[in-house]
C-alpha cells in the first residue's frame, strides 16, 4: 500500500514576513561591520535603508556607535574597542601614506565636483610644501614613479570606499607615464561619503596646536571618547559598549587582557551577551576559559582568512599547526624564536616548495615568508610578537591536530550508510 508523505503545513503570513525582516536585518547589519562607510552602489544599501531605524536603535544600545542613513549613502561610526592596536589599518600603509591620504581629503574637500588625478597630485604637492610638514620631514612631488605610484595606491583607496568614483582614465598608465595629461584619470567626488570618512567624535582641527595632546594614546582617546553618564548606569552601558566593540571588531577577546573590573563583568554577563549579539549576526560563539569569540562560518566578516588560497595563508596554517602542537607540550609560557619558525618553514620547502610560488621557495625566502605569516597570526589574535620571536595564544589551540584515528574499513560499504 502507497503511504503519501505528510504535507508540511504552510507558515502563517506574519511569521514569514518576520522572518523575512530578520533575515534582512541581519543581511543590513553584517554589511554595515564589514563596509561601515556605504555608498548607494552598495548591494545591500537598499536593505540599510529599510531597516536604518532598527539598525540605529541597535547599534547605539550594543555598542554605542551612531549609525547615519540618507539616500546618498550610510555612514556607520564604527570605532575599535583598542586604539592602539598596531594590527589594524589599511593594507600596505604606513605614516608617510596615511599622511598622503590626509592630504587627498583636504583637496577633495576644497575641489569641483570632478577632479582628475594629475590635477589631484598637483594640488597635494602645493598642500605638502607646507613648512611645518617640511619641517618634520614630509615631502611629496610627483617627479618619481614610487610617489606616483604611492597617489594612486591612495586613489584606488578612495575608490574602494566609494569617495571617488571613476568617470574615464587609468590609474596604471598615470604611474608609468611620468604623470602626463595622455595617461590621466577623470572622477566625480562624492562629498557625503568623504565628509564621513572620520569617524571621529571631534574633529582634530578643533584644537589648537598648543592644546593638543601630546601623547599618541591620549590624542586618539580624545578624538573618539563620547559623552557617557556619570551614573552607575552609565559606567555599566561604557562598559558593555567596549566589550562589545571588541567582540565584533577583533577575532578574539582574551580575559587577562581587561582590567580587573572588566574580567568581572564580562565573566559574569558574556554568555548573555554572546546569545544577543549571535541572534543578531548570525556569528556563532566559542566561549573557552581564556575568553570568548565570534566567528563567523561564512568567512565573510574577516579580512584575513584561514584556511584560505596561496602560499602565505598556507604557510600560515602550517606554521599555526606547528605552534599550536609546541603549545599543547609546553609545561609553562611559551616563547618561540622567528629563527625556529624560519628553520620550520625552510624543511617545509621540501614538502610542499611544488604548490608554493617560485619566489617563496628561493634560498632565504623563508624569512621574508615567517614576517608574513607571523603577521597573518597576530592580526588574527593567535600570537603576540615579542622580542625576536612569538608567545603562543591560547586560540591557535583550535589548530592543533590530535591523534590519528585508524578505522576498519574492510565492513560492508552499506554499513557506512546506516
Not at 8 to 24: F, K, S, T
Not at 170 to 185: K, P
Not at 315 to 343: C, M, N, S, W
Given at each position: ?22 533575515d ?120 618619481s ?23 574615464a ?11 602626463g595629461?595622455?595617461?590621466d ?20 582641527s ?42 565584533l571588531d ?10 580587573p ?13 554572546a ?8 556569528l ?108 603562543p ?6 589548530f ?16 557506512t550508510?546506516?
Amino acid at each position: 500500500m502507497n503511504v503519501r508523505s505528510p504535507v508540511p503545513a504552510a507558515r502563517p503570513v506574519g511569521e514569514l514576513q518576520r522572518l523575512q525582516q530578520h533575515d534582512e536585518f541581519r543581511r543590513a547589519l553584517r554589511a554595515l561591520l564589514l563596509r561601515p562607510l556605504m555608498s548607494p552602489q552598495h548591494p545591500e544599501f537598499a536593505a540599510v535603508r529599510r531597516q536604518a531605524e532598527r539598525l540605529r536603535e541597535w547599534f547605539a544600545r550594543e555598542a554605542g556607535w551612531p549609525l547615519h542613513v540618507d539616500r546618498e549613502g550610510a555612514r556607520l561610526f564604527k570605532r575599535p574597542g583598542n586604539l592602539l592596536d598596531a594590527t589594524r589599518g589599511l593594507p600596505d600603509y604606513d605614516r608617510r601614506r596615511y599622511v598622503l591620504l590626509c592630504l587627498a581629503c583636504a583637496v577633495l574637500e576644497r575641489a569641483d565636483p570632478q577632479i582628475t588625478l594629475q590635477l589631484l597630485g598637483e594640488r597635494i604637492m602645493q598642500e605638502a610644501a607646507d613648512p611645518a610638514l617640511a619641517a618634520l620631514g614630509y615631502a611629496f612631488t610627483l617627479r618619481s614613479a614610487s610617489e606616483r605610484r604611492e597617489l594612486v595606491a591612495v586613489c584606488r583607496t578612495l575608490l574602494e570606499q566609494g569617495v571617488l568614483e571613476r568617470v574615464a582614465g587609468d590609474e596604471e598608465s598615470f604611474v608609468h607615464d611620468s604623470g602626463g595629461q595622455q595617461s590621466d584619470a577623470l572622477y566625480d567626488v562624492q562629498r557625503r561619503l568623504l565628509a564621513g570618512l572620520l569617524a571621529t567624535v571631534r574633529g582634530p582641527s578643533t584644537w589648537p596646536v598648543e592644546e593638543a595632546p601630546e601623547d599618541t594614546a591620549a590624542r586618539l582617546d580624545a578624538l573618539v571618547t563620547a559623552h557617557a553618564a556619570d551614573s552607575e548606569q552609565g559606567r555599566r552601558d561604557a562598559l558593555r559598549h567596549e566589550l562589545t566593540r571588541r567582540l565584533l571588531d577583533d577575532p578574539v577577546l582574551y580575559t587577562d587582557t581587561l582590567a580587573p573590573h572588566a574580567q568581572a563583568y564580562f565573566i559574569n554577563q558574556r554568555g548573555t551577551m554572546a546569545a544577543r549579539l549571535c541572534e543578531a549576526t548570525g556569528l556563532i560563539a566559542e566561549q573557552r576559559a581564556e575568553g570568548l569569540a565570534l566567528a563567523d562560518a561564512s568567512g565573510q566578516l574577516t579580512d584575513v582568512a584561514m584556511p584560505a588560497e596561496g602560499t602565505d595563508a598556507h604557510a600560515t596554517l602550517l606554521v599555526a599547526e606547528y605552534l599550536a602542537q609546541r603549545l599543547r607540550q609546553a609545561r609553562a609560557p611559551l616563547h618561540v624564536a622567528e629563527e625556529q619558525i624560519a628553520a620550520f618553514l625552510r624543511e617545509a620547502v621540501d614538502r610542499y616548495g611544488r604548490y608554493w610560488r617560485k619566489s617563496a621557495r628561493a634560498p632565504g625566502a623563508e624569512r621574508e615568508l615567517t614576517q608574513i605569516v607571523l603577521d597573518r597570526l597576530q592580526r588574527l589574535s593567535l600570537v603576540a610578537r615579542e622580542s625576536g620571536g612569538v608567545r603562543p595564544l591560547p586560540a591557535l589551540a583550535r589548530f592543533s591536530l590530535g591523534e590519528a584515528e585508524v578505522r576498519n574499513v574492510s565492513a560492508p560499504l552499506q554499513a557506512t550508510l546506516l
